[in-house]
């Protein structure tokens, strides 16, 4: 249905390490949003991808759009303290249904 | 400053005793929204509304109610609330087309407690 698949639950990494987290769907998507959620706090939007094999940067996060548009990807380079936090990627519904569903999140944790 | 404002922020009640929680905000927004975030579930959406006098369900919209007569509010209302209805709540809002393709502003969450 309109689920949207996150993995890995959780992450743990030295800071300076690399962290990836995936959102996959059985369906195609129109678009896919990311949000990151601090510890206490609420859902702050990051990005939004449309375009098949769409790649897009902000300083040390890389966002990916799959070819088929099923599936999508947040990377963050060199780790930082301050990435610590849950990531969500959104999918919206298609026509007429405009539920937005988020995927359980990835639990970012850095040690410094 | 734009922003989504939900209050209260805290609340414990008891069991059957209605109540709502308000959700603001000041950015002219059509699509509002309220989601329930839950330990290993994630935010799962409540009720949206594209616009004044139109709501519709989200994915978990059992045993809650929304109204959406003024443009820049969207509260929430329990009737009577159950512990699994413990939770924390957010509202959001977004631009137009019933926020598809727009980012999602949250309010700052309200922490609810059904004793």
């Known amino acids: 249905g309109q689920q949207v698949m996150q993995i890995p639950q959780y992450q743990h990494v030295q800071e300076g390490e690399d962290f990836t987290t995936y959102c996959n769907s059985s369906t195609t998507l129109s678009n896919i949003q990311w949000y990151k959620q601090r510890p206490g706090g609420h859902p702050v939007f990051l990005i939004q991808l449309v375009k098949s094999g769409e790649v897009k940067k902000q300083k040390r996060l890389t966002f990916q759009f799959g070819e088929a548009k099923k599936n999508s990807s947040l990377h963050i380079t060199a780790t930082q303290t301050t990435d610590v936090g849950t990531y969500f990627c959104a999918r919206h519904g298609r026509g007429s249904n405009y539920k937005l569903t988020f995927g359980k999140g990835t639990l970012l944790t850095v040690n410094p | 400053e734009a922003q989504v404002t939900q209050n209260p922020r805290y609340l414990i009640t008891v069991t059957g005793k209605k109540l709502t929680v308000t959700c603001s905000q000041n950015?002219?927004?059509?699509?509002m929204s309220w989601y329930r975030q839950d330990p290993g579930l994630g935010l799962r959406q409540i009720y949206y509304?594209?616009?004044?006098?139109?709501?519709d369900k989200g994915d978990v919209p059992e045993g809650y109610k929304v109204s959406r007569k003024e443009k820049r509010n969207f509260p929430l209302i329990l009737e009577s609330p159950s512990p699994n209805q413990t939770s924390l709540y957010f509202c959001?809002?977004?631009?137009?087309?019933?926020?598809?393709?727009?980012?999602?502003?949250f309010g700052p969450g309200t922490r609810l407690t059904v004793t």
């Open positions: 959001a809002s977004s631009l137009s087309q019933g926020g598809r393709g727009y980012e999602q502003y």
């Open positions: 509304s594209m616009n004044v006098e139109v709501t």
């Open positions: 950015m002219n927004h059509e699509y």
